[in-house]
T-cell receptor
Framework: KQEVTQIPAALSVPEGENLVLNCSFT??????LQWFRQDPGKGLTSLLL?????REQTSGRLNASLDKSSGRSTLYIAASQPGDSATYLC???????????FGTGTRLQVFP | DTEVTQTPKHLVMGMTNKKSLKCEQH?????MYWYKQKAKKPPELMFV???????INESVPSRFSPECPNSSLLNLHLHALQPEDSALYLC??????????FGPGTRLTVL
């Protein structure tokens, strides 16, 4: 059974720092991995999608990497801003299912 | 149109009420999903519709009844809910290999 965990569970940093959020999964047979952002009480916003054949994806200040063999993905946020404060979720999709298995989330607070 | 819309934004209902949640997407996505999310937890899958047919039911109690009238619309009918069903209900859609697009959610409170 696929299990997805995220470390750390919470993170509080001053503005301007470069951050790394971690996502680990137990079954490396994934189809893709998606990173989401969720503001309190709101829906999920897709940040980056990495297909199993890809190593990384970039969007603006965000860079996500994928290492299937080690069951890990990282989300790198450059030059963090208070507007980046949110919960970040990773989710994996296996080949034979339409389900997304979500990680436990990292709550990020960036203070001025 | 690249978004999923959900109505209402908030809903308060009693345990004897019948209400419905509505979800719409006009991106031509073939799959639509209902998720339930409790505070500080990740979303939990409830139902998946693929090409307007129910393909996954994650053993959800029958007081939740999904309906997919057409390829753009997904409803969740609610009846005789319990206070523990209070949560954020999220709808999502996707098209095969593309990323999953989520709506803003309906905050449901059951009194």
């Amino acid at each position: 059974k696929q299990e997805v965990t995220q470390i750390p569970a919470a993170l509080s940093v001053p503005e301007g720092e470069n951050l790394v959020l971690n996502c680990s999964f137990t079954d490396s047979a994934i189809y893709n991995l998606q990173w989401f952002r969720q503001d309190p009480g709101k829906g999920l916003t897709s940040l980056l999608l990495i297909q199993s054949s890809q190593r990384e994806q970039t969007s603006g200040r965000l860079n996500a990497s994928l290492d299937k063999s080690s069951g890990r993905s990282t989300l790198y946020i450059a030059a963090s801003q208070p507007g980046d404060s949110a919960t970040y979720l990773c989710a994996v999709r296996a080949f034979d299912t339409d389900k997304l298995i979500f990680g436990t989330g990292t709550r990020l607070q960036v203070f001025p | 149109d690249t978004e999923v819309t959900q109505t209402p934004k908030h809903l308060v209902m009693g345990m004897t009420n019948k209400k419905s949640l509505k979800c719409e997407q006009h991106m031509g996505h073939r799959a639509m999903y209902w998720y339930k999310q409790k505070a500080k937890k990740p979303p939990e899958l409830m139902f998946v519709y693929s090409y307007e047919k129910l393909s996954i039911n994650e053993s959800v109690p029958s007081r939740f009844s999904p309906e997919c009238p057409n390829s753009s619309l997904l409803n969740l009918h609610l009846h005789a809910l319990q206070p523990e069903d209070s949560a954020l209900y999220l709808c999502a859609s996707s098209q095969d290999l593309t990323s999953r697009v989520f709506g803003p959610g309906t905050r449901l409170t059951v009194l």
